[in-house]
């Protein structure tokens, strides 16, 4: 039997390995590296390494270590060391073997060594491995991003497929928080929680307890089991979210449901969800107990879903069946332990001792000296008893053997449970147990440490180590690392490893007791920072958006969106809503492929409403952030309401625009005007959409805007293929990819490549459309823009019309809807350029075999359609 292949954790990438001759193809070594560190990939080459090593030691072990391996090949054949019969370049490609093979080879290469050739030649003849020519660097950075990309999504495939055959070793579980610690002492928990599942008349299950019980891990724990068999699994954090309207909104970005806006959310996650069989977790429920109701409207129209609540109040609906969760398990007395110190001291969890085992697991971890022992022993049950076997207050009691020995730890917890009285006393006993030794835990830190837990309860959800040091700076820490380590070794802060960034976290409990301790002034020293962190947060990524370090920023806006989204809320409840407008300003482009696009809506919404309920005494808001305002409340409901004409909002929008002198505000909702034109109700109004958009297309030149420029050229495009015009459409296209390109912007090279793949397939080149609708879907996909892809697959479409093939055009046209609806993507305009030879084959008779291939596809992920794609 096979050893299991480990899983990877979080700050695991894939490794992929470059392999060529160093000075002479040095740029595109640099190309490489860039277009692997865009995709979140970790690069593996011989110039990164230490070089302790002899070369050919070094390089052996990074293969070993890889995922991937690339080739890059010209003229030279490399360097043949004293004894050996190969050149490493060639010793490397052997070694290969066991690893998926991308090889580019440079043409021309009018001086190419014989070896070299030799060696072509085989890897040419070698089936296992994909090769292509190139001739500049940036031609090899698209073929590298785009055979990656493919590469990728045929090992998801597999990996899903291993999954669904119970193989843990191939699982990706994306979505479900990765736990801190391991779970102890709550396997029959697990078992029974599963056992419930298991009875699809369960609808929804709900963990009770009271806080700091473990409902949340003994949630992850379950659902980690669930998508281990092959069950697809969601994970909503509620603890963030403040009202009940935006519990919706949470579910919906659990899976992957997006809010563009084009209708109400509610819908668009009964659409997704449908009649998959889907586990949703609701982690934290009880201070929204208020969208109940929600709940059970969406398990009444899906008819498959389950959800896994976590409240430390019962729903009190009638489709809910309760598991209570109680405290850990903890022995009457030291002489009933005393036969199991080996079994505890050895990680094992005997009956009845849970607790003991907890504590002795984290203290471990905190003092990896510290041992149970017989003489100890009572002193650490006496601990577990007097916090009630509460997983948190252990914890946090464990965290103290660094300094302490067990009995010093339990005097001093005697001390805190007599004297930390008051507040607490109308709170069940467990639950004063653990408030106090929080408070415990806090007064046992430094005076840094603790002004720091202070001020960083400031944060909503997770957030990096630069904003924590922007926060604890204003509030005068000079050492926020050694603060930050402190509470890190108290267990009072949770922190973590995501695509290579560290992120911190303090759990829901500690932040509310944390925000008791400041002294207002320090409070608001520290809420100031925070906003003032994001604000330049999103200022800067409003640039960097527009880059070739698209991808990136993206996760990282990803990774902080609860603060990213709570800062919004702040300034709106302030009535700041000048900074508001401003700041949904600057995240435009994040908004718009995250899928943000409803959220952003309603919040400019209510800065509207907000100034037309303000007294004549108010301040009118400023011409630009009413400009800002008007755009986003009108040009995202171009696509929610057909019926609503949106023109004269968005042409408000870029009158005040102009008015505040922003040029390139103008020119972008200039581009909505033109849109809202097309889109009249009455009907197109071509001639006047295309002067809004040559206006907006000249209103970009004037200020530099090469993104707008960009996105201008392809909407003009658009047109011109409407009205017959393929030679302007596509000079429009290429010269809007050449100015994405220029930028190394990932969504503008992706729409302009589909629209030019199109002017190319209509205008008879079938081939050429083909190779830029692949590359156009490939970006997309790199990317992880979902909307693209369904217009890349939808694209396919289109060619397989072309070409005749009735079922195949409709498996394909299945997906793409489907994922539309999976995905609560914008569904595609009242004319997309696909309908133009899918109208031709029904009326060719093919409507049958057309719908037949529908109905299939319907079924089919992302991965499976992607395949047909590539056939």
Not at 358 to 387: G, S, W
Request: proline share 4%.
């Amino acid at each position: 039997m096979e050893a299991p292949a480990a899983i990877r954790t979080p700050d695991q990438r894939i490794r992929v390995f470059v392999s060529s001759t160093l000075k002479e193809l040095e740029p595109e070594r640099r190309a490489a590296r860039d277009v692997i560190e865009r995709m979140h990939l970790a690069p593996v080459m011989f110039e990164l390494g230490a070089r302790p090593h002899p070369p050919r030691e070094l390089y052996r072990s990074y293969l070993a270590q890889s995922d991937i391996f690339i080739g890059l090949y010209w003229e030279r054949y490399g360097w043949v060391a004293p004894g050996e019969d190969i050149s490493g370049l060639e010793d490397e490609y052997r070694l290969s073997t066991r690893l998926p093979s991308l090889i580019y080879i440079k043409e021309p290469a009018p001086e190419r060594e014989e070896r070299l050739g030799g060696l072509l030649d085989r890897i040419r003849s070698d089936d296992r491995t994909s090769y292509k020519s190139f001739a500049t660097s940036d031609e090899l950075a698209e073929l590298i991003a785009r055979d990656l990309a493919t590469l990728l999504a045929e090992r998801f495939d597999a990996a899903r497929v291993a999954s669904v055959a119970e193989s843990a070793d191939a699982l990706s579980l994306p979505g479900i928080p990765s736990p801190y610690t391991s779970l102890v002492g709550r396997e029959a928990d697990v078992e029974a929680v599963r056992a419930l599942l298991a009875d699809g008349r369960n609808r929804i299950v709900s963990i009770v307890g009271p806080g700091g019980v473990g409902k949340s891990r003994l949630a992850i724990e379950v659902a980690q089991d669930a998508a281990r068999r092959g069950r697809h699994v969601a994970f909503a954090l509620l603890e963030t979210v403040t009202a009940p309207d935006r519990v919706i909104t949470a579910l919906a970005r659990a899976l992957g449901v997006h809010d563009t806006g084009d209708e109400p959310l509610e819908e668009k996650v009964i659409a997704a969800v449908d009649e998959r069989d889907v586990l949703l977790v609701v982690d934290n429920m009880e201070h929204l107990l208020d969208a109940a109701d929600l709940l059970v409207r969406l398990i009444t129209r899906t008819p498959r879903l389950q959800l896994l609540v976590t409240s430390r109040s019962p729903l009190r609906v009638r489709a809910e069946r309760v598991f209570d969760l109680a405290p850990l398990e903890t022995p009457a007395d030291a002489e009933v332990a005393a036969s199991a110190v080996s079994d505890l001291s050895s990680g094992s969890a005997p009956a009845g001792m849970s607790a003991i085992a907890l504590f002795v697991q984290r203290a471990e971890a905190a003092h990896p000296a510290f041992r149970l022992t017989t003489e100890n022993l009572a002193d650490v049950i006496a601990i577990c008893q007097a916090l009630d076997g509460m997983p948190l207050a252990i914890e946090l009691a464990a965290a103290r053997v660094r300094t302490m020995t067990p009995r010093d730890i339990l005097a001093r917890l005697d001390s805190a449970l007599a004297l930390l009285v008051g507040g607490a006393r109308d709170l069940p006993e467990r639950q004063r147990a653990q408030s106090r030794t929080i408070q415990w835990s806090v007064d046992l830190l430094d005076d840094d440490a603790r002004t720091a837990l202070g001020a960083m309860s400031v944060f909503a959800g997770s957030f990096t180590l630069a904003a924590a040091e922007t926060v604890l700076g204003a509030v005068g820490i000079r050492d926020p690392l050694a603060a930050i380590e402190s509470l890190i070794d108290a267990s009072l802060l949770s922190h973590s490893n995501r695509d290579g960034s560290q992120l911190f976290r303090l759990l829901s409990l500690v932040r509310a007791y944390a925000r008791t301790l400041d002294a207002p002034e320090s409070r608001h020293a520290a809420t100031e920072a925070w906003i003032a962190h994001y604000r330049e947060l999103a200022r800067t990524a409003a640039v960097q958006l527009r880059g070739g370090d698209q991808l990136e920023w993206l996760a990282r806006l990803e990774r902080e969106s609860e603060n990213l989204a709570a800062v919004m809320r702040t300034l709106l409840d302030r009535g700041d809503h000048e900074g508001a407008a401003e700041y949904a300003w600057s995240q435009y482009l994040f908004l718009w492929i995250g899928g943000y696009l409803g959220l952003v809506r309603d919040w400019m919404s209510e800065v509207l409403d907000a100034a037309a309920r303000a007294g004549p005494d108010a301040t009118p808001l400023s011409a630009r952030s009413r400009a800002i305002a008007l755009y986003y409340a009108n040009a995202v409901r171009l696509w929610e309401d057909l019926e609503f004409d949106t023109a004269p909002g968005v042409r408000e929008s870029r009158d005040l625009f102009r008015r505040a002198g922003d040029i390139a505000g103008a020119s972008l909702a200039g581009v909505s005007v033109a849109l809202a034109l097309l889109a009249r109700p009455s009907g197109p109004e071509v001639g006047a959409s295309t002067d809004e958009l040559t206006d907006s297309l000249n209103g970009f030149r004037d200020v530099g805007d090469a993104w707008g420029q960009a996105m201008a050229l392809v909407m003009l495009g658009r047109i011109d293929m409407l009205t017959g015009d393929m030679a302007s459409a596509l000079d429009r296209f290429e010269e809007s990819l050449t100015l994405a390109r220029a930028q190394g912007e990932g969504l503008g090279v992706g729409i302009a490549l589909n629209h030019r793949g199109w002017a190319k397939a209509m205008g008879g080149d079938v081939a050429g459309g083909r190779e830029d609708f692949a590359t156009g879907l490939d970006s997309s996909l790199a990317l992880g823009h979902d909307e693209g892809i369904a217009y890349g697959i939808e694209a396919f479409v289109g060619l397989k019309a072309i070409q005749g093939d009735a079922f195949e055009a409709g498996r394909l046209l299945g997906a793409a809807r489907a994922l539309r609806r999976r995905k609560g993507i914008l569904n595609p305009g009242a004319f997309e350029f696909y309908m133009i030879p899918l109208g031709a084959l029904r009326a060719g008779g093919h409507g049958d075999d057309l719908d037949r291939g529908i109905a299939e596809g319907s079924a089919l992920s992302v991965t499976e359609a992607l395949h047909s794609v590539r056939a």
